[in-house]
Each structure stands twice: as structure tokens, then as C-alpha cells.
């Protein structure tokens, strides 16, 4: 693309013509277009504001029905929902938690705040998602079975979970990392943040695994504000989920009785209420965001820059449409060209692994993480 500054002024116009502006075109924006004020305003009337109300178990029954879990807890975000899911798991102080190291930082924070340690597997480039095969390696290198526990002989830690992520709302090999985790009695937890609305083999991200979270920020393909949910299908976790969530409080007419350290986790009526105007809508924006990224696949057919696709058996919900060049200075032109022009584009995250505060973690080797971390750039998939 570099040789060819057409190409880049060329993707440029496009973007613009897609979406029928000359102003600044962000990322992604939400869209409120349905009964946000109506329910915001039923709400505040109600007077149920915080984490009590309808809203607030309307909103779980319909995300448990759309993603076909038995129940689904909501959070104040997707980091503490991530954070609940590990401790709901049995996670412990000093256990090794295995996740990827291209991910958005809140992964391997959510792992931090349980006391436990991040080890970073490599990913395959098709999915940008945890690499089974990496996985396998990984394990066969370092584990050992002590009854039915897995340990670290490396570094003698427990390895005690599993947090894969559905990049940008495409499927990881979930099904293959699900049997490494259960021969190695590994649980396995899924940062589903970004994909609401995704499934493999028709079954919803983030219900592979013994828990999984979604976030519903405000840049994610729906959103509550500032929110988050965790999925489960098994009832004692879910009753737990929620138990913490409200600092453990025992449920009584007027006594405030806690029976263990607890979180004030608990997602608020108010933004349930903007969830679920939300929630009606997702057909309606997956819909949009789908054929938004088939253009964009169309128009990158013919320029030497490839845009990244679901698999046949997945269908992604296309929260941020991505497009990978051949070379990270190709990748810098269009970066510096693209937001020069008022469009926002945006590269992949930097390798969690390289920063400070994770750089002592223990990783495999990382080839696939390194190339696509100096490729892959997000460009604008609002919802038109
Ligand atoms: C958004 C996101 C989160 C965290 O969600 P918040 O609701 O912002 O706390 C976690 N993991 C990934 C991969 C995300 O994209």
C-alpha cells in the first residue's frame, strides 16, 4: 500500500462514502435509537435507581435467553466480571492463571486482582485467539497432574484456570482449548468481553466454558454505560456469582448480615434499564455490522492489505472490523494517513507480556502475537 499512496487515499474516500460523512468518523459510537429514554426514565421515576429493580433481573433473564446460559449475572464492568469469574473458578492467591498476551490490559488485570499469576500463550493468527496447539506444547512442557490438580513444575504454582479472548468478537478455538483444559484439569473462563452476539457452531461465546464474561461498555457493540455480565450454566456458581456481587450480603428483610468478603459488583437498575433498550436492538446492529463488514471485504479484495474474516464455522459479530497489512511500515503510513484525514483507526494492542508491570511473567514462544501485533489495524464499524 505504501507504493501505492492511490490505495491509501482510495480507502480513505471509501471509509468517508460508507459513512456518509466529511466530519471526524470515529471507531466505533454507540447508537441509541430505540427505548433508552423511555426505560432511563421509567426507571428514575420508579426511583430504583441502583441495584435493586426490574430492570436489573429483566435484563439478566433476556441475556441468559439470547445467549442460551441457564442464568447470567450483570456487573458494574467486564474487568470485574472477569475478576468474579476467577474467584467463582477457585483461583488463589500465587495460581497460574494461562491467557494470551494480545489482549486489552483488563485480561491480565482481572488475573492480577485475584493474586494470581498471567502466563502468556501464544495465539493463532487466523483467530487472533489463544492457539490450542501453543497451549498443548505449553503444557506438555511445564504441567504435571498431581491428583486432580495441575501444577507448574517450573515454577512449582498451581495452574489453576484458563482466560482465552474472542478477539474483536471472533471465535477463538474454543472447543479445542475446552478438551486441553479438562484433560489437564484446567478450568477454563472466557474474556468474551468483546463478543456479544458471536457463536461457533451455533452455540454463544462465552458459554463454552465453566464461566464466561461479556462487557457492555460504552465502545462495545451494545452497551449499558459502564457494564459487565458473567455467564454461567451452573447453578451454584451463578447463586455464588451473585452473592458476591452484593458483598456477600445474606438475603433478609432488614438484616445486614455477610458471610464472607464480598464486592460491590452488582450491576444498577439504571444502567439494566439502558441494557435493555440495548439488547432489543442488538438484531438490528449485528445485522448492520455484518454487512458493513462484507463491504469492507469486498473493497479490500483488490488492494494488497487482507481484511480479516470469520471462519466458516463462526459467526462474528464484527464489533471492530480489522485489516492486516504486509509490513509494520505499511501499517504506520495508513495509521498516520487515516487519522491525518479525520478517520480513526487504531493498531491492534501492544503485546501484554512487553509492559512493565508483566514483563517478569513466564511466556511461550510468541511468533504469531509479534506479527500480527505490528499489523493489524481496527478501522471505523459503527453501527450506520
Ligand atoms: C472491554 C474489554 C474488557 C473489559 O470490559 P470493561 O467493561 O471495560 O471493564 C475485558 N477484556 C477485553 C478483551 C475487552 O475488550
Given at each position: 500500500m505504501t507504493k501505492d499512496s492511490d490505495a491509501i487515499s482510495d480507502t480513505i474516500k471509501y471509509i468517508k462514502n460508507l459513512f456518509a460523512t466529511e466530519e471526524f468518523i470515529p471507531l466505533h459510537e454507540p447508537n441509541f435509537n430505540g427505548n433508552e429514554k423511555k426505560y432511563l426514565n421509567e426507571c428514575i421515576d420508579s426511583t430504583f435507581?441502583?441495584?435493586?429493580g426490574k430492570f436489573v433481573d429483566e435484563f439478566e433473564e433476556l441475556i441468559a435467553k439470547f445467549t442460551g446460559v441457564k442464568k447470567a449475572i450483570v456487573c458494574v464492568n467486564g474487568t470485574n466480571a472477569l475478576h468474579l469469574c476467577l474467584k467463582l473458578v477457585g483461583v488463589e492467591d500465587n495460581d497460574e492463571v494461562i491467557t494470551q498476551p494480545?489482549?486489552?490490559i483488563a485480561t491480565t488485570n482481572a488475573i492480577t486482582y485475584a493474586n494470581a499469576i498471567p502466563i502468556f500463550i501464544d495465539v493463532d493468527r487466523d483467530t487472533m485467539g489463544l492457539s490450542p496447539k501453543s497451549l498443548r506444547q505449553f503444557l506438555n512442557d511445564h504441567a504435571e497432574l498431581r491428583g486432580t490438580e495441575c501444577f507448574n513444575k517450573t515454577t512449582g504454582n498451581r495452574i489453576k484456570a484458563c482466560m482465552p479472548m474472542h478477539t474483536f468478537g471472533h471465535a477463538c478455538r474454543i472447543e479445542e482449548i475446552k478438551s486441553i483444559c479438562e484433560e489437564f484439569h484446567i478450568e477454563l473462563v472466557e474474556d468474551a468481553a468483546e463478543g456479544m452476539g458471536s457463536t461457533l457452531n451455533g452455540k454463544h461465546l462465552g458459554s463454552f466454558g465453566t464461566l464466561g464474561a461479556i462487557s457492555f461498555n460504552g465502545n462495545k457493540i451494545m452497551t449499558t454505560g459502564g457494564g459487565g455480565v458473567i455467564l454461567s450454566n451452573n447453578n451454584q456458581l451463578s447463586a455464588k456469582a451473585k452473592h458476591l456481587s452484593t458483598q456477600s450480603k445474606i438475603p433478609h428483610k432488614w438484616e445486614y448480615r455477610h458471610d464472607e468478603i464480598g464486592y460491590n459488583y452488582r450491576m444498577p437498575n439504571l444502567n439494566a434499564a439502558l441494557g435493555l433498550a440495548q439488547l432489543e436492538q442488538l438484531p438490528h446492529f449485528l445485522n448492520s455490522k455484518q454487512n458493513l463488514a462484507k463491504k469492507y471485504a469486498e473493497f479490500f479484495k483488490n488492494l494488497e492489505v487482507s481484511f480479516f474474516e470469520d471462519r466458516p464455522e463462526e459467526k462474528s459479530n464484527y464489533w471492530l472490523n480489522a485489516i492486516i497489512f504486509n509490513d509494520k511500515a505499511e501499517r504506520d503510513v495508513f495509521l498516520e494517513k487515516s487519522n491525518s484525514n479525520g478517520i480513526m483507526t487504531r493498531p491492534i494492542w501492544q503485546l501484554v507480556n512487553t509492559m512493565p508491570m508483566f514483563k517478569n511473567c513466564l511466556t511461550s514462544e510468541l511468533p504469531n502475537a509479534k506479527w500480527l501485533e505490528e499489523r493489524v489495524v481496527n478501522i471505523p464499524s459503527s453501527v450506520r
Open positions: 435507581v441502583s441495584s435493586v494480545l489482549t486489552f
